[in-house]
């Protein structure tokens, strides 16, 4: 059965209930607030595809030594594709808790489903290529949970490609002020203890 990016998020959410959370734009991040709620620690990308996965190799980078657990980006094949070159940065800088879960549906739904170009490209091929500490894809529950329990403890930079659906959940617009996301994330980082989980 096919992996639904609702069901994927929940169980991303789970698996990294105190780390810093970088969720690119659109239906990836509605899905995320209504599966999850709205998180402290979730910074939510709005309207920068393509800066995803950038703007996490620069916390992770911030944070190396710092404090504990992973920095995880949460990435749509689109997205990606439109800042590839952010591979060839992460391997090169190596961030051990950096770890990106690259969430591949095959298409842009936010513009009406046109297929991306990510179908004839080998993402994980592509991150082993540019020194990433270990990529792998992830096609049924049983691949998701052992790649999660990977993720949270091997060095990285890490990348799992996990194949959803296209199947949307129906979700609220997300219409809070980027502002107001961004000190509510930056209050949770300089939290003594990481901060609360919950707003």
Known sequence: ???T??????RIDAAFPADPVVLTLGG?????VAVAGR???H????????QTVGVAL????GLRGTRGGRVVAVEGDGSLLMGLSVLSTAGHLKPDNLVVLLLDNGVYLATGGQPTAAAGADLVAMALACGWAGAREVRTGEELTAA????REAAGPLLVRVFVGTEQIRTDYLLADPAILAEDFRRWLRAPTGGPADV
């Open 148 to 151: 999660l329990d990977w993720a």
């Open 5 to 10: 990016r609702a069901g994927v998020l929940r």
């Open 39 to 41: 998180r402290p620690n």
């Open 28 to 32: 990836t991040a509605r899905e995320m």
């Open 43 to 50: 910074l939510v990308n709005l309207d920068a595809m393509g």
């Open 58 to 61: 620069g916390l992770a980078l």
């Open 1 to 3: 059965m096919t992996l």
